[in-house]
Structures are given as C-alpha cells and as structure tokens.
C-alpha cells in the first residue's frame, strides 16, 4: 500500500508564498508520475502541475508562478507556490501513479490540504 501526505497548507495574504510538500511512503517499486491538483469550492478538480522523471507540466493558470521539483531520495514533491492570488484558494491535492512491489502501478491520491489565499 501506499500513502501520500500532504503538507504546508495555510493561509497567506495575495502576493505571497508558500510551499507545499508531498512526501509518498509505502512499498515503493517505481513512480510513472506525481503531481499536484486543487479543487475549488463548487468547482472541479483541475490539475495544477505534474512531473515525470525531469519533464514538467504546469496549468497555464500557475506557469511562471508555480514550481514543481522532486527528491527522489525522499520519495517527496514539492510544489513552490509565489505570486499567490485569491484565485488560487483551494484544497491542493496531491497524486502519483505509483507501483508497488507486489502491484502494478495505479493511481494515489492524498486528503488534501487546504491554501486560503487573502485580498
């Protein structure tokens, strides 16, 4: 089984930083992908970035503002969020498709962790 947790949430004014983190744990035998979506109250989930291996793809709605990195010997991603705006209130979600030792790989999701983003 594999578990992903999600960290750094929070509230920060407009114009501001934060970084969230997604460390992925479990019987890990390969990662295809990880990334980062966020659902918005009464909107659907929409990915924001993702990475495979070295290659990365942003929403055009965070290119240039967001960036997406990996430690491969931590097994965790991170996602660098500047520039923030009201408009990037969400519950970000992090996702792998990931193979375990005794799995193909599948999808991954974790809970979330919510970033309020002030006027």
């Known amino acids: 089984q594999v578990q992903l947790v999600e960290s750094g949430g929070g509230l920060v004014q407009a114009g501001g930083s934060l970084t969230l983190s997604c460390a992925a744990s479990g019987s890990i035998r390969s990662i295809n992908v990880m990334g980062w979506y966020r659902q918005a109250p009464g909107k659907e989930r929409e990915l924001v970035a993702d990475?495979?291996?070295?290659?990365?793809h942003y929403a055009e709605s965070v290119k240039g503002r967001f960036t997406i990195s990996r430690d491969n010997a931590k097994i965790t991603v991170y996602l660098q969020m500047n520039s923030l705006r009201p408009e990037d209130t969400a519950v970000y979600y992090c996702?792998?498709?990931?193979?375990?030792?005794?799995?193909?790989?599948?999808?991954?999701w974790g809970k979330g962790t919510l970033v309020t983003v002030s006027s």
């Open positions: 996702q792998g498709v990931i193979g375990t030792v005794v799995a193909a790989p599948r999808e991954y």
């Open positions: 990475i495979r291996g070295a290659a990365t």
